[in-house]
C-alpha cells in the first residue's frame, strides 16, 4: 500500500491496497449480477441509519445520482449539498465544515476543484471522506472503468491488460496512473506536448507498472485491450476549449485508430462526451463501446466502496 495511505478515506485510490481494490470490484460484480442485497425498506440495509453528504462544486450528472441511489438502496440517505447554497460557498472554512458535518453525518463525498480541499476536509473529518472527482484524480470513476473491464473482458485482464488512454493528461489519466500502480498492467498515454500528466503521479506508476508516454496515438493503441479518452477541456477550462482542440485533433478516438487495438478491445468513456471531438459517434455509439455499462457501474462500484468504507 502506498506510504501516505490513509485506510479510512478515499482521497484517491491510492488509499487503497491491490487487495482491497480486486476485493471491491468484485463485490461491485456480485451487486451488479444480484440485485437481492437492495432494501426494500421492510428489512434494514447494511447503511440502515447512515446519512452521507453528497458535497458539489462543480456540476454532476452521473456521480449525483450513483451517489444518491446506491445509497438508498443500501438503506441509508445521501444527502445533496450544493456549494452555491452551503456556507462552504461563501468561504466558510474547509476544516470548519469538515468538523460540523462530522456531527451529523456518516461520511462526506465531495466533488471540488483543488485535491487540497479533500485532503483538507479528511484532515479534519472524523467520518470517511471520498473524492468525487477533483482536478487531480477521479477515483470512483476508476472504480466503474475497471469494473466494467473485469465484467467484459475477466478479472484476469485487470492485472495482465493494456490499455491506451488518449488526450489530456488530466485527473482521469492520474487517476488511471494510479490504478496502474496497483495492479501492474501496461498503460500507454498518448498526450499532445504541454498536457502531460503530472511526473510524480508518472514516476509513482513507473515503479510498479510499464508506463509509455507518446506523442503518437498508433503507438499508445496498437494491441490494446482497452481504449479510453475523455473530454479535452475540462470542468473549469472552458475559456482554453478552443485552443485545446487544434493541439487535441491528432488524439481523437476514431475507427482507423480502433482497427489497431485488440480486436476485442474495449471502448471506455466517463462521459459527458463529445462526439466528433475526442471520440467519434462510430466508435462511441459502436459495438466495442461500453460507455453505458460503464456508466451503471458508478452505482455499482460505489456501493461496494461504501461498503469497504463503513466495514
Ligand atoms: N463521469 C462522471 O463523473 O460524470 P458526472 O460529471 O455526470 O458525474
Ligand atoms: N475530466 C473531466 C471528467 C468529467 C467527468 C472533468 O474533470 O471535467
Same mark, same amino acid.
Given at each position: 500500500?502506498?506510504?501516505?495511505?490513509?485506510?479510512?478515506?478515499?482521497?484517491?485510490?491510492?488509499?487503497?491496497?491491490?487487495?482491497?481494490? =480486486?476485493?471491491?470490484?468484485?463485490?461491485?460484480?456480485?451487486?451488479?449480477?444480484?440485485?437481492?442485497?437492495?432494501?426494500?425498506?421492510?428489512?434494514?440495509?447494511?447503511?440502515?441509519?447512515?446519512?452521507?453528504?453528497?458535497?458539489? /462544486?462543480?456540476?454532476?450528472?452521473?456521480?449525483?445520482?450513483?451517489?444518491?441511489?446506491?445509497?438508498?438502496?443500501?438503506?441509508?440517505?445521501?444527502?445533496?449539498?450544493?456549494?452555491?447554497?452551503?456556507?462552504?460557498?461563501?468561504?466558510?472554512?474547509?476544516?470548519?465544515?469538515?468538523?460540523?458535518?462530522?456531527?451529523?453525518?456518516?461520511?462526506?463525498?465531495?466533488?471540488?476543484?483543488?485535491?487540497?480541499?479533500?485532503?483538507?476536509?479528511?484532515?479534519?473529518?472524523?467520518?470517511?471522506?471520498?473524492?468525487?472527482?477533483?482536478?487531480?484524480?477521479?477515483?470512483?470513476?476508476?472504480?466503474?472503468?475497471?469494473?466494467?473491464?473485469?465484467?467484459?473482458?475477466? @478479472?484476469?485482464?485487470?492485472?495482465?491488460?493494456?490499455?491506451?488512454?488518449?488526450?489530456?493528461?488530466?485527473?482521469?489519466?492520474?487517476?488511471?496512473?494510479?490504478?496502474?500502480?496497483?495492479?501492474?498492467?501496461?498503460?500507454?498515454?498518448?498526450?499532445?506536448?504541454?498536457?502531460?500528466?503530472?511526473? /510524480?503521479?508518472?514516476? /509513482?506508476?513507473?515503479?510498479?507498472?510499464?508506463?509509455?508516454?507518446?506523442?503518437?496515438?498508433?503507438?499508445?493503441?496498437?494491441?490494446?485491450?482497452?481504449?479510453?479518452?475523455?473530454?479535452?477541456?475540462?470542468?473549469?477550462?472552458?475559456?482554453?476549449? /478552443?485552443?485545446?482542440?487544434?493541439?487535441?485533433?491528432?488524439?481523437?478516438?476514431?475507427?482507423?485508430?480502433?482497427? =489497431?487495438?485488440?480486436?476485442?478491445?474495449?471502448?471506455?468513456?466517463?462521459?459527458?462526451?463529445?462526439?466528433?471531438?475526442?471520440?467519434? @459517434?462510430?466508435?462511441?455509439?459502436?459495438?466495442?463501446?461500453?460507455?453505458?455499462?460503464?456508466?451503471?457501474?458508478?452505482?455499482?462500484?460505489?456501493?461496494?466502496?461504501?461498503?469497504?468504507?463503513?466495514?
Amino acid at each position: 500500500m502506498n506510504a501516505d495511505a490513509d485506510p479510512r478515506h478515499f482521497r484517491s485510490l491510492n488509499d487503497l491496497s491491490r487487495d482491497q481494490l =480486486l476485493a471491491i470490484l468484485a463485490r461491485g460484480e456480485e451487486m451488479a449480477a444480484d440485485r437481492a442485497h437492495e432494501t426494500d425498506g421492510a428489512e434494514p440495509g447494511p447503511l440502515a441509519g447512515r446519512t452521507v453528504a453528497l458535497i458539489f /462544486e462543480k456540476s454532476s450528472t452521473r456521480t449525483r445520482v450513483s451517489f444518491e441511489v446506491g445509497i438508498h438502496q443500501l438503506g441509508g440517505m445521501g444527502l445533496f449539498l450544493s456549494s452555491r447554497d452551503t456556507q462552504m460557498g461563501r468561504g466558510e472554512p474547509v476544516a470548519d465544515t469538515a468538523r460540523v458535518l462530522s456531527g451529523y453525518v456518516d461520511g462526506i463525498m465531495i466533488r471540488t476543484f483543488g485535491q487540497e480541499t479533500v485532503e483538507e476536509l479528511a484532515r479534519h473529518a472524523t467520518v470517511p471522506v471520498i473524492n468525487g472527482l477533483t482536478d487531480r484524480f477521479h477515483p470512483c470513476q476508476l472504480l466503474a472503468d475497471l469494473l466494467t473491464i473485469r465484467q467484459i473482458l475477466g @478479472a484476469e485482464r485487470l492485472e495482465t491488460m493494456t490499455v491506451a488512454w488518449l488526450g489530456d493528461g488530466n485527473n482521469m489519466a492520474h487517476s488511471w496512473l494510479n490504478a496502474a500502480a496497483l495492479l501492474g498492467f501496461e498503460l500507454r498515454l498518448a498526450v499532445p506536448e504541454g498536457y502531460d500528466p503530472d511526473p /510524480e503521479i508518472v514516476a /509513482e506508476a513507473e515503479a510498479c507498472a510499464s508506463v509509455v508516454l507518446t506523442r503518437d496515438p498508433e503507438e499508445a493503441v496498437r494491441g490494446a485491450h482497452v481504449v479510453s479518452t475523455d473530454v479535452w477541456a475540462s470542468m473549469g477550462q472552458e475559456e482554453e476549449a /478552443e485552443a485545446r482542440k487544434a493541439a487535441f485533433q491528432p488524439f481523437q478516438v476514431n475507427a482507423r485508430l480502433m482497427e =489497431l487495438a485488440d480486436p476485442e478491445a474495449v471502448f471506455l468513456h466517463c462521459l459527458p462526451a463529445h462526439r466528433g471531438e475526442e471520440v467519434t @459517434a462510430e466508435v462511441i455509439d459502436g459495438p466495442r463501446s461500453a460507455v453505458f455499462q460503464e456508466a451503471e457501474n458508478r452505482l455499482h462500484a460505489q456501493k461496494a466502496l461504501l461498503l469497504h468504507l463503513f466495514r
